[in-house]
């Protein structure tokens, strides 16, 4: 009789053991992370996934450690529409809105992505006192600027990805190396009509110019266009050997069909193409993306071996997802899930001024390259060499494969030029 | 040479956007605000049946064009046939449904490079130094061929011939027995399918998105409206004078003008000559 209550008492002892760390972990509190993404769109859809993968592998392992509890991370999106033609920006700011006060999120990460919303965002994160991570679209510079002109103000706001200034320097580098392959000297623009191209168009002008290039033309497409001939043209007639393009939306992939078929003698660099960085251009073009150049602002969101990380995260994605990492958002979001649950378990709160305090002191070895915010602006600090800072990527549509060409560090090809370039030059 | 290419190119993708939406109002005086749904509808419908049940190119654009117009007349029979006559109703309930079709897409994940429809012919070729692929030609081609057609059809055919007895005169139509609810369901099955043929002929040069209902019910609003609602012939027009106000604004002003353009056209027409260039609605208001 005794040995029967024995063994129930080790049973029941048993199945207490198993199921105590499991409710501890579910029974925790989960940490919201509320993300505005404007979903429908590439630069959305990609930072969801890169969340829901970071978030998965992080509450696999038990969660994140607060202060010795452990707490999983719980994911809330709402679709904020900022990329769609005409929705304003107070729906982004209601959206953010909606999750600081409705879904409780503890830390706002992704968006908005239109660079318009998330700068009119930034007061309202300064109001709920909620850390704010971008990792998706937002390329203005003066995100950053703001932060380190009103710290105490914007103090909230980290970006982790590239912005603007970064990429047109990446895409300088290669305009001198064809400038002094090829002596390519004409340099013709093409940007959708939103702040972060405008600016960028306007940005690039000025160093072209700076730095001795002929700009043969700038034009700026409305968002929806569908007719690109009259501007391809012009790059055409004036014989232009560059077309430099900033155009995030999915009609870009019109523009690179109608420069394929119309043979335009120039060869089409992009930046927030975000047509041509997905994997899926090649067969949504039927091969005329080849010579496509763009860049997707991070290494991780192409295949590279920037760090021994970049390639499990880029097969971790392309077996949850069943797509390999599509551009923009994707590498930037999920290292952004990693430094925010170190922070916090250095902060062992969640205070916000004290994750703040942890995340200025972020060096992590992550997907593209060493990840640190600058502490005045809190833009992550880029490099070219991903031992030193993080790294971009900009890759070029080589037979159906996405081939980063630069940096040089991280490079699996060169520059190809069309067959009509070469016997044009 | 590159402005009157491109001009007529831009102008027949007007026309295919709009004359559909003009022959349902022409027809039955009814707003179809689903227009660009229906558009987008057609595209999805064409992708499906060739990629997901990998039917023949042309079976597939075929079956997808009668799928659309079947969809179109049960809209017309089971929603706007209660709304008839009360136009506020009539706009509300067919961008209701529209929206719902748009969001619906976008709510099923129907998004990204996945949805994109093969061009007809590959290749270019050079017309005067200027570079033309040959879809485009195509579609200047089949456009025309399209309004050539409904010429025909509603000038020698009965059920062609009632629409317009219907357009002149719904009272008078009735009168000489023309069922005035068949040939409206029969005119929304027709519109939506030439909705369909624009989506089948110009979805190949890019790929199917969800936004696209939105911009083309605009362009289609704004052809109709510069052209008289309700006048076929006048949204041709209105295409071409759209069309080619469009492209000379990017030669002459900037690409970004080129929305623009649409809106004036609409706003310039209601404050000048509010029935349009072919509209009789409002003519004998505006003579009072």
């Known amino acids: 009789m005794k040995f029967k209550y024995f063994k129930m008492l080790v049973l029941l002892l048993a199945v207490v053991l198993m199921v105590l760390p499991a409710r501890q972990v579910f029974a925790a509190k989960p940490i919201v992370l509320g993300c505005p993404l404007s979903t429908a769109f590439l630069y959305g859809w990609a930072a969801e996934r890169g969340f829901r993968l970071a978030v998965d592998e992080i509450n696999a392992k038990g969660g994140v450690n607060v202060k010795g509890e452990m707490r999983p991370f719980a994911v809330e999106v709402i679709d904020t529409r900022d990329l769609e033609p005409g929705v304003p920006v107070s729906d982004a700011l209601l959206a953010v809105e909606k999750l600081i006060l409705d879904k409780k999120a503890d830390f706002i990460l992704g968006g908005p992505i239109r660079s318009e919303a998330a700068l009119a965002a930034m007061p309202l994160l300064s109001k709920y006192q909620k850390v704010s991570i971008l990792t998706t679209g937002v390329l203005t510079p003066k995100y950053h600027a703001m932060v380190a002109e009103q710290y105490d103000k914007f103090k909230y706001c980290f970006r982790i990805h590239g912005e603007a200034k970064n990429l047109v320097g990446e895409m300088f580098a290669n305009f001198t190396e064809l400038k002094e392959k090829y002596g390519f000297n004409n340099l013709f623009i093409i940007a959708q009509d939103v702040s972060h191209a405008r600016g960028a168009a306007q940005v690039m002008n000025d160093v072209a110019v700076k730095k001795g290039w002929n700009v043969t033309g700038v034009e700026i497409y409305p968002t929806g266009a569908t007719d690109f001939s009259m501007g391809l043209l012009k790059a055409k007639q004036t014989d232009s050997q560059i077309i430099n393009i900033w155009m995030d939306m999915p009609e870009s992939a019109i523009l690179l069909k109608q420069w394929y078929e119309m043979q335009i003698p120039a060869l089409p660099f992009g930046s927030t193409l975000a047509a041509a960085e997905q994997p899926g251009f090649w067969k949504a073009t039927d091969g005329k993306g080849q010579y496509t150049l763009c860049n997707v602002v991070n290494a991780g969101n192409a295949p590279s071996e920037a760090t021994p990380w970049t390639m499990k995260f880029y097969n971790a994605y392309a077996k949850k997802w069943g797509i390999e990492p599509e551009g923009l958002g994707s590498s930037s979001s999920y290292m952004a899930v990693y430094v925010l649950r170190d922070a916090i378990e250095r902060a062992g709160s969640l205070d916000s001024d004290k994750v703040i305090a942890e995340l200025e002191k972020t060096d992590v070895a992550g997907v593209y390259g060493r990840l640190r915010f600058d502490p005045k602006s809190h833009q992550v600090i880029p490099a070219t060499d991903p031992k030193e800072g993080a790294v971009g990527s900009i890759l070029q549509w080589q037979n159906g494969k996405r081939v980063v060409v630069y940096p040089k560090s991280i490079a699996k090809g060169s520059i190809q030029l069309p067959p009509w370039m070469k016997m044009g030059k | ?288």
């Not at chain 2, 609409?266 to 260039?277: M, V």
Request: proline share 1%; hydrophobic share 60%.
């Open chain 2, 1 to 288: 040479m590159d402005i009157l290419i491109y001009g007529t190119i831009n102008s027949v993708t007007l026309a295919l956007y709009a004359i559909g939406f003009a022959m349902v109002y022409g027809v039955s005086r009814l707003p179809n605000f689903a227009h660009g749904a229906l558009y987008v509808v057609s595209g999805f419908i064409t992708w499906s049946f060739l990629n997901s049940l990998g039917l023949n190119y042309l079976l597939s654009i075929i079956l997808a064009l009668i799928a659309t117009a079947i969809i179109g007349a049960l809209i017309y029979q089971f929603v706007l046939i209660r709304v008839r006559g009360m136009e506020i109703s009539e706009i509300i309930a067919s961008y209701a449904i529209g929206l719902a079709i748009l969001e619906g897409f976008r709510w099923g994940g129907f998004k990204g490079l996945t949805y994109t429809l093969p061009a007809f012919i590959e290749g270019s070729v050079e017309i005067a130094g200027v570079s033309v692929d040959y879809q485009r030609l195509l579609v200047v081609g089949i456009g025309a061929a399209v309004v050539g057609l409904l010429w025909l059809f509603t000038r020698y055919t009965r059920i062609g011939l009632a629409m317009r007895g219907m357009a002149q005169d719904e009272r008078a139509a009735l009168m000489l027995g023309i069922d005035s609810d068949l040939i409206a369901v029969v005119a929304m099955g027709f519109g939506s399918m030439l909705a369909g043929l624009a989506a089948v002929l110009l979805l190949p040069l890019g790929n199917i998105v969800v936004e696209a209902g939105y911009n083309i019910l605009i362009l289609a609003i704004a052809v109709c409206i510069v052209g008289g609602l309700g006048s076929w012939m006048g949204a041709v027009l209105a295409a071409f004078l759209i069309g080619f106000a469009q492209i000379l604004t990017v030669v002459y002003l900037g690409a970004h003008y080129q929305m623009v353009v649409a809106l004036l056209a609409i706003i310039l027409t209601l404050i000048l000559r509010p029935s349009g260039l072919f509209g009789q609605q409002k003519e004998l208001e505006e003579r009072v």
